[in-house]
């Protein structure tokens, strides 16, 4: 039967959490308390303003919508000039590979991802041209756990979403995987990823035997 995958970005086509959290770092810091690696576990998968708001009650800081605002502007600020200097080396392991793959045998691929930078993050690394459809942080109002992204995915390529596997890193991502009634592959901790149809621990698992076996 006919299959298409949709992909999240950060986490499974580069690994940009970590300049996410020195952007969030830095804000927090500005702000007078500390934010560390563990903390920013918690963002994987979360919107912009999300974050803000799970930072903010880590520091115990209170704020006002107008308030938040500067600050938001001032972490992408910070953040995009890490994105500007991305380039292709940053793909993660297993994906061009992969990408290769369904390309040969004619099968879609569209991205789901809640960053509103995403265009420019596949830009930057040079995938932009081969996705069939994008779906980022700008066009979706419910952000995952709610399935919308990927049911917008599904709708660009044209398919069922019972046909789509979605790769996701993010326990969040997941669940709105399966709250889309989709496959998931999980890429990460097993343990943290349980929900997940099936679970790799990183990118280098996604070879083309695991692909076929799963196409089954
Ligand atoms: P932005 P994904 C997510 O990307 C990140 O994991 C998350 O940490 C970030 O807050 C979110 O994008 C929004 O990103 O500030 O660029 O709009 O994993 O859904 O591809
Ligand atoms: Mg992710």
Redesign the pocket.
């Known amino acids: 039967k006919e299959i298409a995958f949709i992909f999240?970005?950060?986490?499974v086509i580069v690994d940009?959490?970590k300049y996410?959290f020195l952007a969030w770092r830095n804000l927090a810091n500005s702000l007078g308390f500390e934010f560390t690696e563990e903390h920013n576990e918690l963002?994987?998968?979360?919107?912009?303003v999300r974050?803000l708001e799970i930072l903010l009650n880590i520091g115990k800081v209170e704020l006002t919508d107008e308030e938040k605002q500067p600050l938001l502007v001032q972490k992408?600020t910070e953040?995009l000039e890490y994105v500007n200097k991305m380039t292709a080396d940053e793909i993660l392991p297993g994906i061009n590979g992969l990408l290769d793959y369904l390309d040969e045998h004619s099968i879609k691929y569209a991205l789901g991802?809640?960053?509103?930078?995403?265009p420019l993050i596949l830009e930057k690394v040079g995938l932009f041209n081969r996705f069939a459809a994008i779906v980022d942080?700008n066009d979706v109002s419910k952000a995952?756990p709610d399935p919308e992204v990927f049911l917008i995915g599904a709708q660009k390529l044209n398919m069922k979403p019972e046909n789509c596997i979605v790769v996701e890193?993010?326990i969040a991502?997941v669940e709105a995987a399966n709250a889309a009634k989709m496959v998931s592959i999980g890429i990460g901790d097993a343990n943290l990823l349980s929900e997940a149809t099936f679970v790799l621990s990183d990118t280098t698992g996604f070879t083309i035997d695991f692909l076929r076996n799963i196409m089954k």
């Open positions: 999240d970005l950060d986490g940009t959490a996410h963002l994987k998968g979360v919107s912009r974050s992408n953040y991802s809640a960053s509103k930078n995403a942080g995952k890193d993010a991502g």
